[in-house]
Structure formats: structure tokens, C-alpha cells
């Protein structure tokens, strides 16, 4: 008599489990039902319903002619690396007409200014005012607040980083308009503000090749000594945009940038604009700590 033996039960050779027949039936059952829940189209959109994507806040701004980033930047009250970004624009590209922006935050179309280059008059002012690094007389003392101890508010950015080698004042019996920022030429300059660019050329003068910023409220920025010059006339550019490169050209001693602030053609100490440097805030944490 031969034993009668139970029939094997076949393995699931990928996980090695054990199941009966009936078993198996029902982790198929559970398997197809998981994957209906995934891969259901009512469902997945049930839940991009429930999760609307966020909309962009702002409005639609048409250029027309003459406007650029910065101007429209000014007239909207935001910035040019914002609306750089919010319409994925690549830096000095200038705008076309028709073109459609969108101004991220704002509520209303609002009308803008539009570039005027500068006029003959104002040029040769200006080309004037580029001849030396010294200026004589010397300016007025501007009417500006006093230099808090460590400043977090600062307006602009360092152009590069490096020592003052000559400070703005009296120098040489006349009277130095800028800061000299000490660096290996080739250096990076980067604009100090969001501006545009008035002047991008080689000066008559002693400080060679040089690039002037227009700023919002009068403000202007002056850079000299270039080896290089990246922006171009017209150009809008945004705070932190490499626009030049340091130089040594004509009589500079060793390669610096020659750095000026200017309100309304006054020559303004740039220290008082520019953040504390990692000196002043080390002078200004031990002196804290000194009872
Ligand atoms: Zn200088």
C-alpha cells in the first residue's frame, strides 16, 4: 500500500513565502487593488484637485519702447535679479518691444520712465568729472547721518574684495573722490547696486578705462583703472553682476580698483555704503565683550 502523501505546495520562488492556493488569491486581490489605487485616473486627479498649483501673484507688463529692467524695476519697486528671475532673463539681454513680463507682488500695470542715454552736455560733464582720481577743491561735506559703529543696512555691495590702499580725502593736497580697493588684476568687479549702465568707455584721462552706474535716488558709482569692461552702454544690470575687470591702466600704482559713490555729482565717502568688513565686525565683537 502506497502512503498517500499531501501534494506539495508550490513556492513563490521571489520571496520564498509559503501560501496556500487560497492565499495567493487574495494577495493578488490586495495587489491589484493597490495598484488601482495608484495608477486610478479619478483618484490622481481627485488629488491635483485637491492641491491646486500655487498661481503667480503679480502683474503683466508689456514693454514698449525705451523701457528697460532697471527702469521697470524703479517704477514697480523690485528687483532686477526678482524679475530677472521671474521671466527667466539672462543678464544684459535687452528687452523687446511687446515683450510680456511678469512683475511678481505687484497689483497694478504701472507706466515707467524710459532710458534716455545721456545727453552731449551731461557726457562731456561727466567725461570732465573722470579726468583725475583727485578732485580740487574738495567737495562739500554731504548732509548724511552719522556712520552708525557697525553698519547692517548697507546700500551697496563691495565691488571686489581687498584692502583700502588710499581712503577717500585729502590727498596730495587735493582731495581723493573714491577708495582704492587693492587686487590682482583681472579681477571680477560685480555693480554694487541694480543699475544701468551710463558710461562704459576709456576715459581722457588718468584713470584709463572706466564704467559708471546709474542708481535709483541720484545715486551713481564709478569704476576705474579697468583692464576689462563686460556691460555696455545702455545695459541694465543687477546688484552682484561682474561688469569689468580690476586693471592697472594709465599711472596706477599696481592694480586697483578705483572705487567713487556720487549723489547728484557730489563724491561721497563709499565706506559709509558699503557693509562693514570682516575687520570692523571683529573690533566691534571684542569691544562688545570688554566689560
Ligand atoms: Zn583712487
Not at 150 to 160: E, F, G, Q, R, S
Request: with cysteine; aromatic share 4%.
Amino acid at each position: 500500500m502506497i502512503a498517500k502523501t499531501p501534494p506539495a505546495r508550490r513556492r513563490i520562488p521571489a520571496c520564498g513565502i509559503d501560501l496556500p492556493p487560497l492565499g495567493r488569491i487574495w494577495l493578488c486581490l490586495f495587489l491589484l487593488i493597490l495598484l488601482g489605487l495608484i495608477t486610478d485616473p479619478a483618484a490622481s486627479a481627485a488629488r491635483k484637485r485637491a492641491k491646486p498649483p500655487p498661481k503667480p501673484k503679480g502683474v503683466t507688463h508689456v514693454v514698449v519702447r525705451g523701457e528697460t529692467l532697471f527702469r521697470i524695476s524703479q517704477a514697480y519697486q523690485v528687483k532686477v535679479a526678482i524679475l530677472m528671475e521671474a521671466n527667466r532673463l539672462k543678464p544684459s539681454t535687452p528687452l523687446r518691444v511687446g515683450q510680456r513680463l511678469l512683475i511678481p507682488g505687484a497689483t497694478v500695470v504701472k507706466k515707467v520712465d524710459p532710458f534716455r542715454p545721456l545727453t552731449k552736455e551731461d557726457r562731456e560733464t561727466l567725461e570732465r568729472s573722470l579726468s583725475e582720481e583727485v578732485t580740487a577743491p574738495p567737495p562739500p561735506p554731504p548732509v548724511e547721518p552719522p556712520r552708525p559703529r557697525v553698519k547692517t543696512d548697507a546700500d551697496l555691495l563691495w565691488p571686489i574684495q581687498g584692502p583700502i590702499n588710499s581712503p577717500f580725502g585729502p590727498r596730495w593736497g587735493k582731495f581723493h573722490a573714491g577708495i582704492d580697493i587693492g587686487s590682482p588684476n583681472y579681477q571680477e568687479v560685480i555693480a554694487a547696486a541694480d543699475g544701468e549702465v551710463i558710461y562704459a568707455n576709456e576715459t581722457r584721462g588718468a584713470l584709463g578705462k572706466a564704467v559708471v552706474l546709474q542708481h535709483d535716488r541720484g545715486l551713481r558709482t564709478v569704476y576705474a583703472h579697468l583692464s576689462i569692461i563686460i556691460a555696455r552702454e545702455g545695459d541694465t544690470v543687477r546688484q552682484g553682476q561682474p561688469i569689468c575687470g580690476v586693471g592697472d591702466t594709465v599711472r596706477a600704482t599696481g592694480p586697483h580698483l578705483h572705487f567713487e559713490v556720487r549723489r547728484n555729482g557730489i563724491a561721497l565717502n563709499p565706506e559709509d555704503y558699503l557693509p562693514a568688513t570682516i575687520d570692523e565686525l571683529v573690533r566691534d565683537l571684542s569691544q562688545r565683550r570688554q566689560p
